[in-house]
Each structure stands twice: as structure tokens, then as C-alpha cells.
């Protein structure tokens, strides 16, 4: 009898625990051939001139691709990585190694759909099924207590009934070794020059290094979870000290029911600032799911196009350089552009000072965060974006964003504004 060989077709799933695909073929078969593609897709430049991915996020995702390939080869495996169309490669791989099925995790962002019709149809051609697995939410769709068209479009509403119906599964278990076929060329990873992006320059006022990868994930988790007793007790606010996981999450170097096992040590503590967070993004997710290209139009839901100014262009370069002469906006900005991160709440201030003030698409801010953020994940992206826009499911979740007020407010946080924007901040005094 012929061995069975599946191959694992990893893509926002770059980790060993946690991740049932991988799992479910060391169970399945024989041999095990785990696969991951740069696709040139995701580095080209875009219709508004900016890259789909800028420097700081390919660099991590290198980082991260040579960690998982690092950890896979600890359990006896290997993977392999190659740069082209996966609709292409994917067939080719499965007929050179005697492939009987491929796995992968269904994504929900219509891009990323996209692909994987385009990889189903293609292994269809030489009689191959394409397996879908839903690994990127904290709570599994088949659990949640209402089926994906009657997700409450309220974030109020879907947390509440999903923290009162529903659990969170177990994590799943880390094989314990990986058999794999004997590999002709693994392939190398990938230079930043090979994908058309040059080197980023540290920067020396982020005070925080990021660098990709499960296994730096798993650490920075660890370290935050063992900071919480004593930041609790000097009574901090979590916005002072936010977990900084968010990259680590979106590439999925750490799966989100690890990150929650670990934060509520097995208790169903919906407290925590950080369990909400990833309610938020299963909320974003499912969102895209429900509502699909709609995430991205113009109208946002609610059919009428924002009244946008005429200089659209001219606002926007302003926007992203950090020249607006709103000191906090552009304090903001500049630390983005050095350092591919700002905190939650300065997200929504730019975003809010670019679609209500500038009167900018909002699209083109979505599309900038894109090529800047280092945790850049589409539906999360997309969602606040939208939301931050103008889309009003409910009255009750406005009070995640800021206003147009209170963005004037943060302008006293004269620290934060002379450490991204010290000429502005010696102008002001």
C-alpha cells in the first residue's frame, strides 16, 4: 500500500501549537509536506502608488517564516518555501511529491479568498481536494449562538451573547514529531532585496524591537502575562501598557485560544482589556464574513458616499507624511512610518482626522495602514477603518473611538508629541 502524503499549506498560520491543520495531517497521513509561498501579489505597488506590504511587515514575516521553519524541523520536518503564484506552485508540488490532499485555513478577506478558489481550482484540474479549516478566531464559527447572516451587527450585542453562549475551545495538541518525504529543495527564505523592498533603519525612539516568529511570540506572552499582578497593583491603565501581541496574532506565530488560555489561566475572565481586544477582531472577521465586499465600499452599508474633498490627494500626502500641523496626528503618523506600530487609540485618532476633518476617502487611510502596519490584518484593518468612518451599528460602541474633540485633547500629551515631533513641540513652547 502507498504511503498518503498531505500538504499543509500554511499562509496567516505560522506556528506548530495550536494549529489544527498541521495536527490533523500528522494524524491523516503518512508524510507530511508543510509549504509556505511569497506571493508576488502581496508585493506589488497599488493603484494609490503604495506597497501592499512595506518593509517593517515583510521583515517580520521573514522572520517569521524562518522560525517556523526552524521549529518544524526540531519535530523531524522541513518546509518548504518558494516565491510565485500558489495557484501554480501548489499543483505542482502536490503531483512531484504524490500528493492525496492539501490543508489550509479559510481566510475571510476577499483577496485572500480569492487565492484559495484559484489554488482549489487548480488542484481540482488533477483530481485533488482542497480542505478548509477555520483556525483564526477565538471562538470557532460553529460554536457562536446564531449562524454567520444573523451575526448582530453590533459589537455589544455580539459580545454579549457570544461570552453567554458560547466557549472557547481547547487548544489543539503540538505534534509530537513530523515524518516528511524526502525533499529535493526546500528552497531558501527569502532577502528583503528578493521581494523588492529595502532594509528598514531602526529606529531609536520606538522603545520596543520587534522581531517575528512563534517562538519570540510565545516569550513576549509569557513576559506580558507575568508583567499583569504587578502593573495591576501599581493600579496602571492597560492603555500605559498595552501587550504589543497584535503582529505576533495577525501572522499567526500565536494562536488566539493560547493567547486567551494563557491570559485567563483557564477562567472565563471577559475582564480582561486583552480578551476584549480579541473579541474585537473575531467581531471584524465574522463581519467580513457576513457582510464581504461590502467591508469595502464607498458607501459603507449605509448607502450614501461621504462628501469628499476636492484636494483628496494633496490631504492625504500631508496625512501620511505627519504634516497636518495637528501635533498629535502627526506625532502619530511619523511613529508609524518609523516604526510600523502606534497604539489603538491613536489609530482611531488619524483615521477619524483623515475622514471627518480632511475629508479623505477612507479607503486610501486603510490601504496606507496596510503597507505601514506591522500587524496589519485585513479584516481588522478594514473594520475599524469603515467603522471609524461613519458605519453606526450602535450607539453603545462609539465608545471605542475617539471623536474629532477629543483628538484636540491628546494634544497635552506633550511627552508622547517632543519624542515623535520635536520641532512641533519646541514651536509650541
Same mark, same amino acid.
Given at each position: 500500500?502507498s504511503?498518503?502524503?498531505?500538504?499543509?499549506?500554511?499562509?496567516n498560520?505560522?506556528?506548530v501549537?495550536d494549529n489544527e491543520?498541521?495536527?490533523?495531517?500528522?494524524?491523516?497521513?503518512?508524510k507530511?509536506?508543510p509549504?509556505?509561498?511569497?506571493?508576488?501579489f502581496?508585493?506589488?505597488?497599488?493603484?494609490?502608488?503604495?506597497?501592499?506590504?512595506?518593509? $517593517?511587515?515583510?521583515?517580520? #514575516?521573514? !522572520?517569521? %517564516?524562518? @522560525?517556523? *521553519?526552524n521549529n518544524?524541523?526540531?519535530?523531524g520536518?522541513?518546509?518548504i518555501?518558494?516565491?510565485?503564484?500558489?495557484?501554480?506552485?501548489?499543483?505542482?508540488?502536490?503531483?512531484?511529491?504524490?500528493?492525496?490532499?492539501?490543508?489550509?485555513?479559510?481566510?475571510?478577506?476577499?483577496?485572500?479568498?480569492?487565492?484559495?478558489?484559484?489554488?482549489?481550482?487548480?488542484?481540482?484540474?488533477?483530481?485533488?481536494?482542497?480542505?478548509?479549516?477555520?483556525?483564526?478566531?477565538?471562538?470557532h464559527?460553529?460554536?457562536?449562538?446564531?449562524?454567520?447572516?444573523?451575526?448582530?451587527?453590533s459589537?455589544?450585542?455580539?459580545k454579549?451573547k457570544?461570552?453567554?453562549?458560547?466557549?472557547?475551545?481547547?487548544c489543539i495538541?503540538?505534534?509530537e514529531?513530523?515524518?516528511t518525504?524526502?525533499?529535493?529543495?526546500?528552497?531558501?527564505?527569502?532577502? $528583503?532585496?528578493d521581494?523588492? #523592498?529595502? !532594509?528598514? %533603519?531602526? @529606529?531609536s *525612539?520606538?522603545?520596543?524591537?520587534?522581531?517575528?516568529g512563534?517562538?519570540?511570540?510565545?516569550?513576549?506572552?509569557?513576559?506580558?502575562?507575568?508583567?499583569q499582578?504587578l502593573?495591576?497593583?501599581?493600579?496602571?491603565?492597560?492603555?500605559?501598557?498595552?501587550?504589543?501581541?497584535?503582529?505576533?496574532?495577525?501572522?499567526?506565530c500565536?494562536?488566539?485560544?493560547?493567547?486567551y488560555?494563557?491570559?485567563?489561566?483557564?477562567?472565563?475572565?471577559?475582564n480582561?482589556?486583552?480578551?476584549?481586544?480579541?473579541l474585537?477582531?473575531d467581531y471584524f472577521?465574522?463581519?467580513?464574513?457576513?457582510?464581504?465586499?461590502?467591508?469595502?465600499?464607498?458607501?459603507?452599508?449605509?448607502?450614501?458616499?461621504d462628501?469628499l474633498?476636492?484636494?483628496?490627494?494633496?490631504?492625504?500626502?500631508?496625512w501620511?507624511?505627519?504634516?497636518?500641523?495637528?501635533?498629535f496626528?502627526?506625532?502619530?503618523?511619523?511613529?508609524?512610518?518609523?516604526?510600523?506600530?502606534?497604539?489603538?487609540?491613536?489609530?482611531?485618532?488619524v483615521?477619524?482626522?483623515?475622514?471627518?476633518?480632511?475629508?479623505?476617502?477612507?479607503?486610501?487611510?486603510?490601504?496606507y495602514?496596510e503597507?505601514?502596519?506591522?500587524?496589519?490584518s485585513?479584516?481588522?484593518?478594514?473594520?475599524?477603518?469603515?467603522?471609524?468612518?461613519?458605519?453606526?451599528?450602535?450607539?453603545?460602541?462609539?465608545?471605542?473611538?475617539?471623536?474629532?474633540?477629543?483628538?484636540?485633547?491628546?494634544?497635552?500629551?506633550?511627552?508622547y508629541i517632543?519624542?515623535?515631533?520635536?520641532?512641533?513641540?519646541?514651536?509650541?513652547?
Amino acid at each position: 500500500m502507498s504511503e498518503k502524503t498531505i500538504l499543509v499549506w500554511f499562509r496567516n498560520d505560522l506556528r506548530v501549537h495550536d494549529n489544527e491543520i498541521l495536527f490533523e495531517a500528522t494524524r491523516k497521513a503518512d508524510k507530511v509536506l508543510p509549504v509556505y509561498i511569497f506571493d508576488p501579489f502581496y508585493f506589488k505597488i497599488t493603484e494609490l502608488g503604495l506597497l501592499k506590504t512595506g518593509n $517593517l511587515r515583510a521583515k517580520f #514575516l521573514l !522572520e517569521s %517564516v524562518a @522560525d517556523l *521553519r526552524n521549529n518544524l524541523q526540531k519535530l523531524g520536518g522541513d518546509l518548504i518555501v518558494k516565491i510565485g503564484n500558489p495557484a501554480e506552485i501548489i499543483p505542482q508540488l502536490a503531483q512531484q511529491y504524490e500528493v492525496s490532499e492539501v490543508y489550509h485555513h479559510r481566510e475571510v478577506a476577499f483577496e485572500e479568498t480569492n487565492i484559495s478558489e484559484e489554488v482549489e481550482a487548480a488542484l481540482w484540474k488533477i483530481k485533488l481536494n482542497l480542505k478548509h479549516f477555520i483556525g483564526h478566531t477565538l471562538y470557532h464559527k460553529e460554536d457562536l449562538p446564531f449562524p454567520i447572516k444573523d451575526i448582530p451587527d453590533s459589537f455589544s450585542i455580539f459580545k454579549k451573547k457570544v461570552e453567554r453562549d458560547s466557549q472557547v475551545r481547547p487548544c489543539i495538541e503540538t505534534p509530537e514529531q513530523i515524518h516528511t518525504p524526502k525533499i529535493i529543495d526546500a528552497g531558501n527564505i527569502p532577502t $528583503l532585496a528578493d521581494l523588492g #523592498l529595502t !532594509e528598514p %533603519v531602526e @529606529d531609536s *525612539r520606538s522603545g520596543f524591537h520587534y522581531e517575528g516568529g512563534e517562538s519570540t511570540g510565545l516569550l513576549h506572552l509569557e513576559q506580558y502575562v507575568a508583567s499583569q499582578p504587578l502593573i495591576a497593583a501599581k493600579g496602571a491603565k492597560h492603555s500605559d501598557h498595552p501587550s504589543r501581541l497584535s503582529a505576533w496574532i495577525s501572522l499567526g506565530c500565536l494562536s488566539m485560544r493560547w493567547v486567551y488560555r494563557e491570559v485567563t489561566h483557564g477562567s472565563h475572565n471577559s475582564n480582561s482589556p486583552l480578551v476584549l481586544e480579541l473579541l474585537w477582531r473575531d467581531y471584524f472577521r465574522f463581519m467580513f464574513k457576513k457582510h464581504g465586499k461590502q467591508f469595502y465600499s464607498a458607501e459603507r452599508f449605509k448607502g450614501i458616499a461621504d462628501d469628499l474633498s476636492s484636494n483628496q490627494e494633496e490631504l492625504f500626502d500631508k496625512w501620511k507624511t505627519g504634516n497636518t500641523g495637528v501635533p498629535f496626528v502627526d506625532a502619530s503618523m511619523r511613529q508609524l512610518n518609523a516604526t510600523g506600530y502606534i497604539a489603538n487609540d491613536n489609530r482611531q485618532a488619524v483615521a477619524v482626522y483623515l475622514a471627518h476633518e480632511l475629508k479623505v476617502d477612507w479607503r486610501m487611510g486603510a490601504a496606507y495602514f496596510e503597507e505601514k502596519l506591522i500587524d496589519y490584518s485585513p479584516a481588522s484593518n478594514l473594520g475599524n477603518w469603515a467603522f471609524v468612518a461613519g458605519v453606526e451599528h450602535d450607539p453603545k460602541d462609539t465608545r471605542y473611538f475617539l471623536s474629532p474633540k477629543q483628538i484636540s485633547e491628546l494634544d497635552s500629551q506633550t511627552q508622547y508629541i517632543s519624542t515623535w515631533l520635536p520641532e512641533v513641540f519646541a514651536e509650541q513652547v
